[in-house]
Each structure stands twice: as C-alpha cells, then as structure tokens.
C-alpha cells in the first residue's frame, strides 16, 4: 500500500491540543476529507497513520511529520488540498510526498530537532547575554528524570545539545535557537532546558514560548528533512 509522509504546522490556539487528541483531530480531518486512508485489521480497526515525536502541550511547530497509508495513491496536492480543508484553525499541512515500500518509520529516522525559544527577563544587566553563553558552554549540567519504573536518576543534558545557533538579549527580550536530541535513542525536552538554563545563570524568564522550527535527521555533521530520507 502507498504511504504518504506529511508535514504540518500547530499553532495558535491547536498547540493546546494533547498529542492524542491531535490523532483524534486528524483521524476525524481524514474522514470528512474523505482521504482513501487504509485500517488495520482486526476487532477494533484503526486508521494507519504513524507520527514523529510528540509535542509537548503549549509548544507550536511548524515542522511536524506523520505517514499515512492509503488504500490508493491520490495525487499529492489533492490529498493537500482535501485535508487542510478539514483541518481546524491552527493545523495545516504544508508538503506531502510518497515513500519507497520498506522506507524506515519516522520514529527511526528521526533524531534531532531545531527550537527557537522565546522569553523576558526583568534583569537590567548587561551581562544576560554572556551568563546564557557560560551555560551553554559547561559540560555538565544535571536534571532529574524519572525511568518506567518510578526510579529517580540523574541525566547530563549537554550531550543532548547538539547545536547552539543563536543568542540574542535586546530590551529584555531573551531569543535561543537551539538544535537538540529529539527521538527514541535520546531525547531532550526543550522544557527541561529551559528550566535547567534558569536554574544555572539565576534568570526568570517571563512570558517564555518554546517553538518547533523543524524536526531533523542528524547524518554525521549535516542535518536532513524527515520528508525525503528513505534509508
């Protein structure tokens, strides 16, 4: 059967919406769509759509991916066309191209992931800008994480970052952009680091926003879309 890899965007008010109901949504979209999507078999059949990594609720993106897998192959921008005129405010698809059959799942391939994350400090230093630097600079930085079996371990979230490609502090206003591990082998939360980054330099920063430019397949030094990697 075809599969079809997706990009979209959440935003606005949809950010507040939980992962599974983001699969609801989109399940309910595909059917006033009336997108040929395949079900599995059995007693309780559900639609085959397969997503990458969750997104915390009251995080934006405008880089999400799901696979879908189709009965038959329709033509891309139909599918497009069809499901953004379903979808609610603050979701719409973006891209859609078909997959090789035996392509690697989204899960597989995908292992980093770009943030730009927003916020405002009270703080009239000057030095806001050098303390945020300081922290992205030490080799450990410890946070707390609870395993499957309600065990308490310590975690290292430095290796996690994988690239620090912008500070801005101007008026107050705090800018990070930010590429991290992202995935099932590792996988940072953006909220942990931010906590971990006011924990360290002493900022409070207010009004924070935490975006999703785009999700990443990390291949030794360069970074490739979810979209057309089929290995």
């Known amino acids: 059967m075809p599969v079809i890899r ?7 008010t949809a950010k507040y919406i939980s992962h599974l109901d983001l699969i609801r949504t989109m399940q309910r979209s595909v059917r006033r769509a009336d997108i040929p999507v395949e079900y599995s078999k059995g007693f309780n059949p559900h639609s085959k759509i397969a997503y990458g990594p969750a997104l915390a609720v009251g995080l934006s993106s405008d880089g999400e991916f799901l696979d879908m897998e189709l009965k038959e192959r329709m033509e891309e921008t139909e599918f497009i066309k069809r499901l953004n005129a379903s979808l609610p405010a603050g979701l719409g698809v973006t891209a859609a191209e078909y997959i090789p059959d035996g ?3 989204l899960s597989v391939i ?16 000057q030095n806001v800008g050098q303390r945020i630097r300081k922290f992205f600079a030490l080799d450990d930085v410890l946070i707390e994480r609870t395993d499957k079996r309600g065990r308490e371990k310590k975690l290292n979230i430095m290796p996690m970052i994988v690239e620090v490609e912008k500070i801005e502090v101007a008026d107050g206003q705090v800018v990070i952009e930010v590429i991290i591990d992202t995935g099932s082998k590792s996988n940072l939360k953006p909220t942990d680091l931010t906590g971990a980054l006011e924990r360290h330099t002493g900022l409070l920063l207010e009004e924070t926003g ?7 397949v990390r291949r030794g030094g360069g970074y490739l879309p979810p979209l057309r990697v089929y290995d």
């Open 6 to 12: 997706t990009q979209f965007f959440k935003k606005d």
């Open 103 to 105: 392509a690697p799942s």
């Open 110 to 125: 995908i292992n980093a992931a770009e943030y730009r994350i927003t916020g405002r400090t009270e703080t009239t230093e």
């Open 210 to 216: 935490i975006h999703r430019k785009r999700l990443l």
